[in-house]
Structure formats: structure tokens, C-alpha cells
């Protein structure tokens, strides 16, 4: 199982990922916020998504092989939502860890 879909082969297959990733806040500035999370084992890169103000959805910003990110231009006291995928490439096909999403937002001071 992954992602809440079922995969059936006849072949052994390996389990690539289950767990999502932990985010932690790594700093910030007026406008700007860092956050990190530990690698994960067999991860090939990550896969950064980000919910904007006034938007029903993630998009895809930046897929990187670093264990961190910095979002630019944000507004205090305004909530961003932020999730990190692992990515797995095997073959022709990529697997992705499940998704847990967080809000944070920069306090004003």
C-alpha cells in the first residue's frame, strides 16, 4: 500500500516509503521562513509544496535534494501551508512518501 492505493504484482516488491516527512522550522526573517527535515533513507530527491493565502491547493515549488527550504515573500501573520514528499525513482516510475501537510506563519512583532 502507498498513498492509500493498493499495488499487487507477482514479483517480490520492495516498500519504499510509508511515513511523511517532519518539518521543522529552521528560522526566519521579516519575509522569509526556513524549515528542515532529516533525510530519509533511499530518498533520490523532495518534492516541495506550498498552500498560499486565498488558495484551495498545493502547488509544486521546488523538487531538491537538499533537506531543507526557504520560503521568500511572505507576509506576517498570514498561515502558509507546507509539505514535503520524499521521492524514490525506480525504473521509469517515482515513489512518493505519504503527505503531511503543516501551517505556519511568520509573527508579528
Known amino acids: 500500500t ?11 516488491t520492495v516498500k519504499y516509503f510509508a511515513l ?3 518539518l521543522q522550522k ?10 528542515k527535515w532529516n533525510k530519509t533513507a533511499g530518498a533520490t530527491s523532495y ?12 502547488k509544486k515549488v521546488k523538487t531538491t535534494t537538499a533537506t531543507s527550504f526557504k ?12 509539505k514535503v514528499l520524499a521521492n524514490k525513482k525506480v525504473g521509469k516510475k517515482t515513489w512518493q512518501s505519504a503527505a503531511k501537510a503543516y501551517t505556519m506563519s511568520l509573527t508579528g512583532r
Not at 502507498?2 to 517480490?12: A, E, F, G, M
Not at 529552521?26 to 524549515?35: F, I
Not at 518534492?47 to 498545493?58: L, M, T
Not at 515573500?73 to 498561515?79: A, C, L, R, W
Open 20 to 22: 511523511g516527512i517532519v
Open 47 to 58: 518534492s516541495v509544496y506550498v498552500k498560499y493565502p486565498g488558495s484551495n491547493s498545493y
Open 71 to 82: 520560503l521568500n515573500n511572505m507576509k506576517k501573520n498570514v498561515k502558509y501551508g507546507i
Open 2 to 12: 502507498l498513498n492509500n492505493k493498493r499495488y499487487v504484482s507477482t514479483k517480490p
Open 26 to 35: 529552521a528560522g526566519n526573517t521579516n519575509n522569509t521562513m526556513s524549515v
